[in-house]
């Protein structure tokens, strides 16, 4: 997606080989009009699949989700990352760890909103190592319910998750790859 | 908004006479046609306010702050709750008290996503003892931005915060305002 990809070279910044900081945009201030058009371009990508409900983490994940949502004009369910007083009854949970964080955290959905069945759409902002996707592939199989495909904003092809996901056999998009950070030159996969 | 009181008393579960639950539409399961309404409403509501940004707290404030930032055609800014890698250099800060899980957090906007001069409106889920909303009214105040407003979804009337807020002169304007949950009955302020 050519829109992201500029915008991430010219707003992303390059904090180490591994560290690209888009918070200008995308995970801390976010452009919803630039949200709007991921989410248009996953529902074109997506276009084929049938989709009854689109799966996220919070916190970073559910502004995509939800204006990819609005095009599938299907409901969204976010795992939540920690126990909530109104998290009643029973949830299905995965253990995720984290490199950035270098600890492991409990993702949770309420056994009410993943059901069997249901074609299941994983939209993520990022996909660097794959635990977090993993994570809710996890509560999606637990559930029962069909995973249709996994949707990410910015793919570090430079891991392994990428080709951990497609080696399972799972529909892998990602609107924008990158292939290598170096300095201030940021190389996508083409 | 009678599509959101309607809503809530049809599908909000009342756990006890302070806790409702809305997680099938608003806070775990979401749905994006009722929350696009609810950017438009909140639109409407601030109609005769000049809004620059919109501001929320992560995680269950983004996705109704991004519909109404859609409305407004304004960027989002959502405050993070925990230290995260990439939020390097100087944040604002402020301690904000949760009686729910009976524990102080503290919330952060980085020092470059709200400026002296902006006009900020701040968009969050619930609006009970007022905590959340006064530490993120403490980061605009903190940045020299100009807060214009507080939008809420669901504003617990019988609590305080709503009456603090006002107190200070601050517009608040809320979706529903509950007057009392007993029951199955909830009562909407008129």
Redesign the interface.
Known sequence: MDLLKDRISKDGEV?SRD?L?V???L???????L??EMGKEFARLFCDVKVDKIVTV??SG??VA??A??YF??????A?KHA?????GEAYESAVYSF??QTTFHIR??K??LKPCENILVIDDFLANGKAALGLIDLVHQAGANLMGVGVVIEKGFQNGGDILRKMGIRVESLAIIEAMNGHTITYRV
Chains 1, 2 share one sequence.
Not at 84 to 88: A, E, H, R
């Open positions: 904090l560290v900081k918070d200008s945009f995970n801390h201030q976010m452009d919803v009009g949200l709007d919070e916190a559910i502004a939800c204006f949502a609005r004009d299907v409901p969204v369910v976010f939540k909530t007083s109104t998290l009643t950035t964080k959905i309420s009410k909103y």
